[in-house]
C-alpha cells in the first residue's frame, strides 16, 4: 500500500469514517490537496474494497479499510506520544517522525512501546489510540465550523497538521479549552469564539475551524 494511500486511510479514519460519511470536501481539507485528486484516489479505495462511496455525500471505511486504519493510526499515534511525552519533540514536529516510524515498525514493537508508554488512550493532539484488540471509545464530537451560535463547546481534538499546530499554538488554543461560539462570518467562514478557559476572544479562520474538533460542554470525555 502506498504512503498516500495510508494517509487517505488514516484521515477519514480521524474524520470519523469508520462510523459514517465522510465528504469528499472534508477530505481535501484536511489533506490540502485539490478535490479531483481526492475523487480519483476514492475511486481507486472502492475497487479495492477499502471503502464505499454514496455520491454526493461522501465516502465511509469497509471493514478491511478500517482495520487498515485502525493499526496505522495506532502505530502512527503512539510513537506520537513517545516523541512528545519522552522524547520532548515540539508538538508540530512529531507528525513527520511519527510518518516515518510507523512505516517500519512490528506490532510487537509497537505493544511494548505501548506498554512503556503505560497504554494512553489519546494521542498529544487528541486523537483516539486503538488498543492491540483494536478496541476504543468512539468520539462523538463535531466540527468547530459546526457548532451554534451561543453554544458552549469543549476543544476535544485537532487534525494532525504541522502548520495548524503551530498556528494553534501561537493563538493558545489547546484541548480542553471551553469556547463559546459568538457568531460566523457567513462571508469568509471564520468562526468568531470567546475563550472562556483563557478568557480572551478569537477569530478562527474558516480552514481552520474544519481542523478542530470539539464536544457538547456537558459530554464526558
Not at 23 to 43: C, F, H, P, R
Not at 109 to 129: A, K, T, W
Not at 132 to 149: M, S
Not at 164 to 176: A, N, R
Amino acid at each position: 500500500m502506498t504512503p498516500m494511500k495510508e494517509d487517505y486511510l488514516k484521515i477519514i479514519f480521524e474524520l470519523g469514517g469508520a462510523s459514517k460519511l465522510v465528504s469528499n470536501k472534508q477530505i481535501a481539507l484536511s489533506l490540502d490537496i485539490a478535490a479531483g485528486s481526492v475523487t480519483e484516489m476514492v475511486n481507486k479505495m472502492v475497487e479495492e474494497k477499502l471503502v464505499t462511496h454514496k455520491p454526493y455525500s461522501g465516502v465511509q471505511l469497509t471493514k478491511k479499510g478500517t482495520g487498515y486504519a485502525e493499526e496505522l493510526v495506532r502505530k502512527h499515534r503512539i510513537w506520537e506520544c513517545f516523541l512528545f511525552y519522552s522524547l520532548k519533540f515540539n508538538l508540530p514536529d512529531i507528525h513527520d517522525e511519527a510518518e516515518k516510524l510507523e512505516h517500519d515498525t512490528t506490532n510487537e514493537m509497537i505493544d511494548h512501546l505501548d506498554d512503556f508508554l503505560g497504554n494512553p488512550e489519546r494521542c498529544p493532539h487528541g486523537g483516539i489510540i486503538p488498543d492491540r484488540f483494536g478496541h476504543y471509545k468512539k468520539d462523538h464530537d463535531k466540527l468547530l465550523t459546526d457548532a451554534k451560535d451561543d453554544e458552549v463547546v469543549v476543544v476535544n481534538r485537532f487534525i494532525d497538521n504541522h502548520d495548524l499546530l503551530t498556528l494553534l499554538g501561537d493563538i493558545k488554543l489547546d484541548i480542553g479549552d471551553r469556547l463559546k461560539i459568538v457568531s460566523h462570518d457567513p462571508f469568509e467562514g471564520s468562526v468568531m469564539v470567546q475563550n472562556l478557559t483563557d478568557k480572551k476572544p478569537l477569530t478562527i479562520g474558516y480552514k481552520t475551524a474544519h481542523y478542530v474538533f470539539v464536544k457538547s460542554d456537558d459530554e464526558q470525555a
